[in-house]
C-alpha cells in the first residue's frame, strides 16, 4: 500500500524515471551536435549524423530536440556551450593500455576527473603516444555478393588496403581496413 498518499509514491517514481530520461537526451542530443559541428547538418550527406539521429529516435527523444541539437552544431543556434572531443591514454591496473575517448566542455575538469578515476582503481593517466601506438582504427564491411563477381570485389577490396576478405555464402566479409 501506498500509506495516506498514492500520489506520492508516483511522483517520486515519475522523477526518477524523467531523470534518467533526462540524462540519455543529453548524451543523445551531445552526440548529434557533435556529428553535426564534424560533417554538416545534412542527415543524407553526414552518416554519423543519421546514425545519432536514429539512436535519438530510438530512445523517443522528442523531434524538437533533435532539431535543436542540429541547430546548435550548425551554429545557427548561439545558445548553449562550446563542446570538444578529446582522446586520452592511460593505464589500467596490470599495464593494461587504454585510450579513452571523451566528449566534454570543459578539459581541465574532464582531466582532473580521469586522473582522480584511474588513480582509484590502480591505473594512471599517460603522456599523448604513450599508449595509441599500440592500436589502430579499423572497419569491417560485409557486402552481399548474390550476382556480384567475387573476384572483382576480392580486387577492389586488396586495392582500398583491405587486410582480409573471407567469403561466406551470399555474403562477403572485408577488413580491416
Known sequence: MSGHSKWSTIKRKKAAVDAKRGAIFTRLAREITIATREGGGDPDVNFSLRLAIDRAKSANMPKDNIERS????????????????AMYEGYAPHG????????????????????????KMGGNLAEAGAVSWQFRRAAYFAVESEGLDQ????????EAGADDVIIEEDVEIIGPV
Open 151 to 158: 573476384d572483382k570485389i576480392f580486387d577492389c577490396a586488396v
Open 70 to 85: 542540429i541547430r546548435r552544431g550548425t551554429g545557427e543556434d548561439k545558445e548553449g556551450f562550446d563542446l570538444v572531443q
Open 96 to 119: 593494461v593500455g587504454l585510450l579513452i575517448e571523451v566528449i566534454t566542455d570543459n578539459r581541465n575538469r574532464t582531466v582532473a576527473d580521469l586522473r582522480h578515476i584511474l588513480d
